[in-house]
């Protein structure tokens, strides 16, 4: 099989990226699902607040999943269920594996990687302890709560204070289950303020910044957690332990790009982002292959995650025409002062920059975000690690740059 | 007189002002932390009568998952919330469901209606298709 495009993943990166690439004039365009539907991760994110910039409402993720996907049944774009990528060549052969058609290889002239991210387990965090039943991730509660119909406990102790921890919070309060707290180990909250609010707050469920679980005990089922308060170095301080009754434990610590297909092609990844090094068009360090969304980094907002989406489609697409000039020398974009992640990593003279930016810690006073030695800068009224920060920078600003441009974040 | 004080965050945009409020008799003395007048708003209507979104799931017979998504169609008192989800404990679905199906019309009496968040379509025995895969699974 050939095609133009070829887009991995139906998220919606992946949705977007479909829909964008036949309307950027790409004459075959496919995309590749792993499993039986459409919407990646959307179809279990049932909560709102999906689409508030993007389409100026407040959908929830199916109803966003489904706005999408009607975009999508109106083009030509072939798509493929139960299908999964299991390898990636640099030269952009795909092979694939389905019930219905077995091994098929595909040749396509660009491929956009949308394969989104992974929860981080409790092997990765190291929690000492016995290995009972009774411990999952956020997204697997999430999935079992919301598509198949199973509570996963009655009394429930969250750790970590990401977005979906929060959003879950609430969801299995809302069950019938009693949470009784969620444990954050660093000083501040994962998750956005609004969901600190509407999730925790309206139902009085505690949150303890600077706790971590410190051990995990019950033999079948888990009956209970060791929960401690951490100094400023994140080291559990001695005596402050109390245990804390549970029959479940939800793990919200943090998402991973899931880059495995990436790096078979030869994609070189960075750890800032745990993604692939592209520049502002999306375009990663090996010809032909873009990538968006959250395998590209974990973007906070949909509407991130579906314009990242938008400007791989479209270069992707203009890569398969033919129309892609190898231009100047990709420039470096380097975090400079109190910036903790930034994307994408280079600027290649094609294109606007839409740069995202996350601060290392939060500052809530008003800051400058500069661009050095352009002396671009964008005045904020506060940086918080939780809420990334994107913004514009003409081509026209950045087209004598010639070396590395550091982006910081300084106090005003 | 008793001056009472209340804390909220507003949650309008994402800077979520810290709004620190004194009541007597119930009417606002003071209002403070708010950064522009959508944050006085928020917490006028939050102290009248705090409004959310209300969004679960309810069970569906006949398709490929177990639960349908469902949300109100706009915000509804707070107070209500649980109230709402137990009205809708007792209903079960039949596939197939359009998305924005109807699925109680003013609900608990707020004049909102719980609408089916996808479309749901009907499976044939969808227990048999299961078992099917695990046999050739082991096959």
């Known amino acids: 099989m050939e095609a133009d495009v070829t887009v991995i993943g139906s998220g919606p990166a992946g949705l977007t990226a479909a829909v964008h690439a036949h309307e950027s004039g790409a004459k075959s365009v496919l995309l590749l699902e ?18 508030l910039e993007q389409f100026k409402k407040d959908y929830t993720g199916p109803e966003y999943a489904e706005r999408l996907i009607e975009e999508l049944e109106k083009t030509n774009v072939q798509y493929f269920l139960n299908t999964m990528v299991v390898s990636l060549s640099p030269d952009k052969t795909i092979t694939a594996v389905s019930p219905e058609k077995g091994i098929s290889h595909i040749k396509s002239r660009s491929v956009v990687l949308a394969m989104g991210c992974r929860e981080r387990p409790r092997s990765s965090i190291n929690i000492p302890g016995t290995r009972p039943a009774g411990i999952y991730t956020a997204g697997v509660a999430q999935r079992f709560v919301n598509i198949d119909g199973y509570l996963p406990g009655k009394q429930v102790v969250i750790l970590g204070s990401g977005d979906i921890g929060l959003i879950m919070a609430r ?3 809302l069950e019938g289950a009693r ?25 009085d469920i505690p949150l ?10 019950g033999k079948e089922r888990i009956e209970g957690v060791v929960v401690s308060k951490v100094d400023q170095k994140m080291n559990p301080i001695g005596g402050s332990e109390q245990f804390v009754p549970c029959d479940t434990l939800l793990l919200s610590v943090g998402l991973i790009p899931e880059n495995e297909l990436s790096k078979e092609a030869g994609v070189e990844l960075t750890p800032i982002t745990k993604g692939p090094v592209t520049t502002e068009t999306m375009e ?15 973007f906070d907002l949909v509407d991130y995650v579906a314009e990242t989406g938008m400007i791989a489609a479209g270069n992707a697409a203009r890569f398969a025409a033919g129309d892609w000039k190898k231009g100047k020398n990709p420039v470096e974009i380097i975090p400079g002062e109190n910036v903790r992640m930034l994307f ?8 606007d920059l839409i740069l995202f930016v996350r601060s290392a810690k939060p500052i809530d006073k008003p800051v400058n975000i500069e661009l050095s030695p352009l002396g671009v800068r964008l005045k904020r009224l506060y ?20 070396g590395p441009v550091e982006v910081s974040i300084t106090e005003r | 007189m008793d001056v009472e004080k209340k804390h909220f965050t507003c949650v309008i945009c994402p800077i979520g002002c810290e709004i620190d409020v004194e009541l007597q008799n119930g009417n606002v003395v003071s209002m403070e932390g708010n950064k522009c007048e959508k944050g006085k708003e928020f917490v006028l209507q939050e102290l009248e009568e705090a409004m959310r979104i209300l969004t679960t799931t309810v069970p569906i017979k006949g398709a490929k998952w177990a639960m349908l998504p469902v949300r109100t169609d706009k915000p509804i ?24 199906h109807v699925i109680v019309k003013d609900v608990a009496g707020t004049d909102a209606n719980v609408v089916a968040t996808r479309n749901m379509k009907k499976v044939n025995h969808p227990k048999d298709a299961k078992k099917d895969l695990i046999s050739r699974k082991e096959g």
């Open chain 2, 77 to 100: 008192p707070k107070r209500l919330l649980s109230k709402v989800i137990e009205q809708l404990a007792d209903i079960e679905l039949q596939a197939p469901v359009k998305m924005y």
């Open chain 1, 383 to 402: 940086a918080r690690p939780n809420e990334m920060i994107r913004f514009k920078v003409s081509r026209d600003k950045l087209k004598d740059v010639t």
């Open chain 1, 34 to 51: 792993r499993e039986e539907e459409l919407g990646g991760i959307l179809k279990q994110c049932i909560h709102n607040g999906f689409g």
């Open chain 1, 171 to 173: 969801r299995l309060t």
């Open chain 1, 208 to 217: 303890y910044l600077s706790h971590t679980v410190t051990e995990i005990q």
């Open chain 1, 179 to 203: 949470v009784k707290g969620v444990y954050e180990i660093m000083d501040y909250p994962g998750g956005l303020k609004r969901n600190i609010v509407q999730c925790l707050n309206d139902f």
């Open chain 1, 344 to 351: 994408p990593q280079q600027y290649s003279f094609k294109d």
């Open chain 1, 284 to 298: 990663t360090r090996v010809p032909g292959i873009f990538s968006c969304g959250n395998v590209s980094t974990v």
